[in-house]
């Protein structure tokens, strides 16, 4: 009595016949349109509302970071975990219509005090150094001294001289603020971290 190794074993055996791929019956494309339409569900629902959105910037508020027709993506999930600080870029709805965003920067946060004279930026008395501001077209305003309320942040354009912002409608309630701008994609010759 000879020994058959394993490998040739009937129940390891298929013809050709039991080898070849069943064939599909139309079910190619309607899995396709499935898989489409749950990506735009995923994207469109969840990821935008949530997580990461696009923002166009519509006007000179923010030159020399942002010009005019930039694109940025906006980390919409962030301040469910941290508070902003000074010098976050922030995208927000207007104080005085909800239906409207702004993109500013965070400058002061609740308790401190802020002014500015002659266009500079003062901090709890102290002197700011803001190297992205605008030089071209420098600020020659002045603000009476404020203190930050709790709940609160005080933001201004990066362009100073043509931005209208705290100094404008006062500290900015931390409820309407959408989230943090983190990266320019458009232009392309252009893109980068904020």
């Known amino acids: 009595m000879s ?3 394993y490998y040739e074993d009937d129940q390891f055996r298929t013809s050709g016949e039991e080898r070849r791929t069943p064939k599909k019956k139309g079910g190619g494309a309607i899995e396709y349109l499935v898989i489409l339409l749950v990506s735009f569900a995923l994207v469109f629902g969840f990821v935008r509302p949530f997580v990461v959105e696009a923002f166009w910037i519509p006007s000179g508020s923010m030159i020399p970071t942002l010009e005019i027709n930039d694109r940025v993506l906006v980390n919409k999930f962030i301040y469910r975990f ?5 010098g976050d870029v922030v995208v927000f709805s ?13 400058v002061a946060v609740a308790g401190d005090r802020v002014a500015v004279r002659t266009g500079r930026l003062f901090i709890d008395g102290k002197p700011q150094r803001e ?4 030089k071209k077209f420098p600020d020659r305003s002045f603000s009476a ?11 201004m354009g990066d362009n100073r001289a043509n931005s ?6 006062g500290p900015l309630p931390k409820k309407n603020i959408e989230g943090e701008a983190f990266l320019r994609f458009w232009p392309l010759d252009r893109i980068g971290p904020l």
């Open 82 to 86: 941290t508070e902003p600080k000074p």
């Open 145 to 155: 001294p404020i203190t930050v309320p709790k709940g609160h942040v005080f933001v």
């Open 131 to 134: 190297p992205f501001t605008n």
């Open 3 to 5: 020994e058959k190794p």
């Open 164 to 169: 209208s912002d705290s100094r404008v409608f």
């Open 94 to 106: 207007s104080v005085d219509d909800r239906n409207t965003d702004l993109i500013k920067r965070v």
